[in-house]
């Protein structure tokens, strides 16, 4: 009878961990079980980013050119609200200053066009997503991306790093929030 009350015990104890907890994550992967999607990751100082875009699924975002393959490639583009609110519990989108820090990180801005825009450095690719308007039409698919920041513009604007193929560096813009960009987030390490 104890065995019985001690298996219903530990039974209890993993349902309640399986059940409270949103996400696993560890130095190299992270598994989001809202939709079982496993994103790479590298620990940069003091913060874990995705190395890749995020493609979880929900309102206001969606694959380039309305393409599910494009998904696979890029990622999805979202809007700022969307981005806000749909990232996974615990990673939060970066902010500038996150970005300005990644990029002293690899070496300023010279460097990290060569690691990052040329794509040599595989840990941290970054793929030409291009972008949505708030129109639906599409733009930019193999020569720019540009990533939400958690910064507002305005009410009506967000904060985007833009990265372009012609370009030497990450710049910075101001966007409608119903435009579509890619999104990486960022988790802090205590």
Known sequence: MIKVYISILFFSLFLFYCCTKESKSDSDFFTDIRDGHSYKTIKINNQIWFAENLTYEYA?????????ENCKKYGRLYTWWSAE?????????????????????????DSVYIK?????????????????????????????????????????????????????????????KWEGFSVRCVKDLK
């Open 60 to 68: 206001n975002c969606w694959c380039y050119d309305d393409n599910k």
């Open 85 to 109: 609110k749909h990232v996974p519990r615990g990673w939060r989108l970066p902010t500038e200053k996150d970005w300005d820090r990644l990029i002293d990180f690899f070496g300023g801005k």
């Open 116 to 176: 990052f825009i040329l794509n040599q450095y595989e840990q941290f690719k970054i793929n030409f997503a291009g972008m949505r308007y708030s129109d639906g039409k599409y733009s930019g698919e193999g020569k720019l991306t540009g990533f939400w920041t958690a910064d507002e513009d305005n009410k009506n604007y967000g904060w985007v790093k833009f990265a372009k193929k012609d370009v030497y560096e990450f710049t910075r813009g101001s966007a409608y």
